[in-house]
């Protein structure tokens, strides 16, 4: 199995992120994506209406920032490109050119794509993992995943889309943690600034304590 640079696997898949000092947020009784950006009309789509849009189904492994890998993961959902093509774009005020999106989550959790990244081809809403229903842990009610980037694009607990068409100012983009702009895992695209291989010390000393985390995920 290769794994790309500096990644390390570990057993299962633990939760992990920047909001884990909270539980997962609840899911609401109606969950749905709110969509906005230079949109002619406003677009929510409920849970129900992606799940009967054509589904996908994933195999990939994950990789966070930080060096874990989780492999063999299996997902299921609506891929994002022919979602995007079908009902965002014939919606965009004319002239409008998208250039990012915004993925959201329910615990006010945000990553900054570039549209390109965002419409390969494996990357998908997922709304379940493994031939379960995404749980808590792992972003219910639906997760963004985008497996050739790093952990910290794959928002959870997805509830809200923007569309921008220019780039949107990350709040963190000073901390030399800030996200790399493209984020992608075979490059080592770790952070904006920081080269990828001068991080992997730092980060190897948390693998210990993640791995012993893993071992009490929730997966198994
Ligand atoms: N809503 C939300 N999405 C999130 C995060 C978060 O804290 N909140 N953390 C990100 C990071 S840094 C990683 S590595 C992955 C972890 O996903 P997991 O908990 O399913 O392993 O979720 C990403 N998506
Ligand atoms: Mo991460």
Redesign the pocket.
């Known amino acids: 199995m290769t794994l790309p640079p500096g990644q390390r696997a570990v057993d299962g898949?633990?939760?992990?992120?920047?909001?884990?000092h909270h539980p997962p947020?609840p899911v609401p009784a109606d969950p749905a994506i709110e969509i906005s950006g230079p949109l002619t009309e406003p677009l929510t789509l409920s849970v129900a209406e992606l799940a009967s849009m054509p589904r996908q189904q994933l195999d990939a492994d994950?990789h966070?920032?930080?060096g874990w890998s989780?492999t063999g993961l299996r997902w299921e959902g609506t891929a994002f490109e022919p979602l995007y093509r079908t009902r965002i774009e014939p919606l965009l005020q004319s002239g409008a050119t998208i250039t990012h999106a915004v993925f959201e989550?329910?615990?006010?959790?945000r990553?900054i794509v570039l549209l390109e990244d965002a419409l390969a081809a494996d990357v998908l809403i997922a709304d379940r993992l493994d031939g379960q229903p995404l749980n808590g842990?792992?972003?219910a009610p639906l997760?963004l995943v985008s497996p050739h980037q790093?952990?910290?694009?794959?928002?959870?607990?997805?509830c809200r889309i923007e569309f921008h068409t220019t780039e949107p100012v990350d709040p963190e983009r000073w901390s030399p943690l800030a996200a790399h702009r493209r984020a992608r895992v075979w490059q080592e695209e770790r952070h904006r600034y920081l080269p990828g291989r001068f991080v992997r010390p730092l980060y190897r000393t948390l693998i210990g304590p993640i791995r012993a985390l893993s071992a009490r995920g929730s997966r198994e």
């Open positions: 898949f633990p939760r992990f992120g920047t909001h884990l947020p994950f966070c920032v930080a989780a989550g329910l615990d006010g959790f990553s842990d792992h972003g997760r790093y952990g910290y694009v794959n928002t959870k607990h997805l």
